[in-house]
C-alpha cells in the first residue's frame, strides 16, 4: 500500500488563488487594500528570508505589504512604538513580528502589544484564549495550515483519534486545540510522554511537530492513518521532517511530505489571515474555507 501524498504546494496554490480573488473584489466592490506589515529586527539569514518571501507573496496576493527592518540593537521602546504606529494605521490590516527576536528584547512583551484583531500570527494571549474557548480568534498559520489539509481529505474530523508529537505555542497546542474544535479526541504527546510509539500508534490523525529528523517510525504508524509531517530539520541529505517518510509512506493512508507539505501552506495561511483581519475589521463577510 502507498499512503496519499497530500501535496501542500498545490495546496498552498489554491489558498493563495482563493484570497488573491477575494482581495480583488475587496479593492473593485469597497475600495478596501489589504495590507500586511512585517516587521524584521536584526540580520538573522533565515528570518531574512522568511521576511522577502512574505513580501511576494503579499503582493502577488495583490494586498499591500509593509517591510520594517530595524538594527539588531533596536530598543524596546523604539520596537513598541513601531507597533503602536501600526496598531493604529488604517492601511495595516496585519501585524507580524518576525520571530526569534534579539536576546534584549521581550517576545511576549512585544507580541501582547500588537492589537489582538490585527494579530495575524494568532500568539497574542487573547487569541490564545479565544482559540482555547473555542470563540473566533486569529489562529497560527501553521496550525490553520494543518487542519485545512486535513478537512479538504477527510471533511469531518469528528470522532477520529488525534494525537500531536509536540507542546509548543507555536504549533502543537494550538493544533490540539484546533482538533477538539473539530471533535477528535487529541492526545498531546512530548518529550516526557511514556511509550511514544504506542500513543502514536492509536493515532487516526498524527500530526508531528518535534524537530527531530526521521523520529517517527513507519512501525509507530496505525495502518491507514492520515499523517501530518510539520518537522522543518535542515540535515547534511538537505530538508527532512520529523517523520521517516519512505517507512512511513506504505503504512499510512495519507501523508504531507517535507519538503513540499506543511510548509508552503504557512505563508499562504498568513495572507488567508490578513484578508480575514481585513474584512473583520471592516465588518465584511469573511472568506470561506479560509479560516475557522
Ligand atoms: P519546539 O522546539 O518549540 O517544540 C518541540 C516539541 O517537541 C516540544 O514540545 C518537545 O517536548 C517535543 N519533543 C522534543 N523531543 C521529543 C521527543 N524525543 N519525543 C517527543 N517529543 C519531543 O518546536 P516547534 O513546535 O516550534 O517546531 C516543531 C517543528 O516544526 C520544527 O522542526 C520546526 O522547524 C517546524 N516548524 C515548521 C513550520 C512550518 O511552517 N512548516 C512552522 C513552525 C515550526 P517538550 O515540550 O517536552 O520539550
Redesign the pocket.
Known sequence: MTATILDGKAFAADVRARVKAHVSQMVNEHGITPGLAVVLVGEDPASRVYVRNKGVQTLEAGMASFEHKLAVDTTEQALLALIARLNADPAVHGILVQLPLPAHLNAELVINSITPDKDVDGFHISNVGLLGTGQKAMVP??PL?CLMMLRAHHGSLAGLNAVV????????KPMAQLLLGESCTVTI?????RD?PDVCRSADILI?????PH?IRGEWIKPGATVID????RTDMGLA??VAFAEAVTVAGAISP?PG???P???ACLLANTLTACCRSNGLPEPEGLTV
Open positions: 498559520c501553521t495550515g508529537v509536540g507542546r509548543s505555542n507555536i504549533v502543537g504527546a512530548h518529550s516526557r510522554t511514544l508531528a511537530a518535534v524537530g527531530r523520529m510539520v518537522g522543518i530539520n521532517g520529523d517535507v507539505g506543511v510548509g501552506m504557512t505563508i
